[in-house]
């Protein structure tokens, strides 16, 4: 009943008398024809897309040890355990959910941030103009679209002495508007190239860092989304994300000898983000098959809910803009805004109730976190091993 309301809202939304949507690419104004949309497949939505809410743990803290004989026992003298400031990475931290995060964590004063990001300039305008104070944080470049960027940054972070104890690969671009594709410094389609297969080298490269620190609870966060995940409503709105047989990924997604898409079809800006997203999450569950045991590191995704006033829609054409953020909080009702999705991932970051290894979180209506289920691609083990391994040649680590 509620998917119904929703869909006939959004129906007269997108019929708002006297509006022309002919400037977008295909005549439509949320990226949907009205008769895409109305094929929308919602069956999986209510069958599939049953959450299964956890409630969030309360760790218990330790007993102090106590003795039961108090006339000959000696007053212990009082210990007091200061954990050392952590240090976490966050990709893309100049803006939006990044930049968000950044700011939570600094100012808890436990945290000393990594700013990670393309654009010193900007990343340190947006720190300043957020009042996060300088020695909470470090703005170190990184391009996630050139693999020698990425392998820059790791040598100089490494030379900075730091330990690493979390990282969170958050930078994205989105390019629903366009009509070509374009390219990273390796020659590799931008969405794909940025979203997933820099971040895949730069957590692949970090990993023996992380596994070195001595923090208590050491951790690797890459943000997912709904929009990959086809078991909710959010995720049958076309272009669906899907990775086929790989196809494209296997040739490199250059343009050349192979399709710029994943699946081999023809170049899709919205679908290849989508597509990178479900990469993202795919390489989450199969760092933690691999190296969680081992490591003790906590894997982790989420989806941080709809921030729809981020640098993420830039792209997109300026009535997308202005009508998306109304569109989300008052018809969907999935809008977050960045202070809280910030605060939300900075939970993941940090919170000791979110340890477990392995999980996609989300948060319900009154901002409580629970392990959301994956659609069936996102969460497919043979395929998380094939993104894996194609990447890895990709990315030149095989
Ligand atoms: P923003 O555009 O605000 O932030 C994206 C960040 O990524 C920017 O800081 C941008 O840098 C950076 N970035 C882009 N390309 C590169 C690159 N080549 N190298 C380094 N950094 C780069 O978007 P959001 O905050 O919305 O997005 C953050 C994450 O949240 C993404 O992973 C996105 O998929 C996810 N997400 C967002 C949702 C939303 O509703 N907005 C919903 C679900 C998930 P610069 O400032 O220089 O452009
Ligand atoms: Mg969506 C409960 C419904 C819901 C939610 C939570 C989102 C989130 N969206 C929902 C529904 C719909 N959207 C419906 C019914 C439509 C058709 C009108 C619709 C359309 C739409 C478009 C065109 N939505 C979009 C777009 C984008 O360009 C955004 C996108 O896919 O970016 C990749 C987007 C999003 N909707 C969301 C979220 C979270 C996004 C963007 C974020 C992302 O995945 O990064």
Not at 90 to 110: D, H, M, N, R
Not at 232 to 241: D, H, I, M, S
Request: hydrophobic share 35%; with cysteine.
């Amino acid at each position: 009943m509620a998917l119904q309301a929703t869909s006939f809202s959004v129906h007269n939304l997108v019929n708002l008398p006297g509006k022309t949507t002919a400037t977008l690419k295909d005549s439509t104004l949320f990226g949907v024809s009205l008769s895409d949309h109305l094929k929308v497949d919602f069956s999986s939505s209510s069958s599939k897309n049953k959450m299964e809410f956890t409630r969030r743990k309360v760790f218990k803290t330790q007993a102090v040890a106590t003795t039961d004989t108090p006339a000959v026992t000696r007053a212990a003298p009082e210990v007091k355990k200061t954990l050392r400031k952590g240090t976490v990475i966050i990709t893309g931290a100049s803006s939006g959910l990044g930049l968000a995060t950044t700011k939570a964590l600094a100012e808890t004063g436990k945290w000393h941030v990594i700013m990670a990001c393309r654009d010193f300039l900007k990343a340190e305008r947006a720190a300043k103009s957020a009042g996060i104070s300088k020695e909470n944080y470090t703005v170190m470049h990184l391009d996630l679209a050139s693999f020698d960027s990425v392998r820059q940054f790791v040598a100089n972070f490494k030379q900075s002495g730091r330990p690493l104890d979390v990282l969170v690969c958050n930078a994205a671009v989105y390019q629903p508007t366009a009509r070509e594709p374009t390219f990273t410094a390796d020659g590799i389609e931008l969405s794909v190239g940025t979203n997933h297969l820099g971040h895949f080298l730069l957590s692949r490269l970090l990993l023996d860092d992380m596994k070195k620190s001595d923090y208590p609870s050491k951790r690797l966060i890459i943000v997912g989304s709904i929009t990959g995940n086809t078991n909710t409503l959010a995720g049958n709105v076309p272009p669906k994300a899907n990775l086929g047989d790989m196809r494209g990924l296997a040739g490199g997604l250059n343009g050349l000898n192979s399709s710029t898409m994943i699946d081999g079809g023809k170049f899709d800006g919205a679908k290849a983000y989508k597509d990178s997203k479900i990469c993202n999450m795919l390489t989450m569950q199969e760092f933690h098959r691999r190296y969680h045991e081992e490591t003790g590191i906590t894997f982790a995704s989420l989806y941080p809910g709809c921030i729809a006033t981020t640098g993420l829609f830039r792209e997109h054409i300026p009535l997308f803009r202005l009508l998306f953020p109304p569109f989300q909080k008052f018809i969907t009702k999935g809008y977050v805004s960045e202070d809280e999705s910030g605060k939300r991932l900075a939970q993941v970051v940090s919170d000791r109730s979110l340890t477990k290894s392995g999980v996609y979180w989300s948060w319900n209506k009154d901002s409580a976190s629970f392990e959301n289920q994956l659609s069936e691609e996102a969460s497919d083990v043979s395929k998380a091993r094939k993104v894996w391994e194609i990447s890895e040649k990709i990315v030149g680590l095989a």
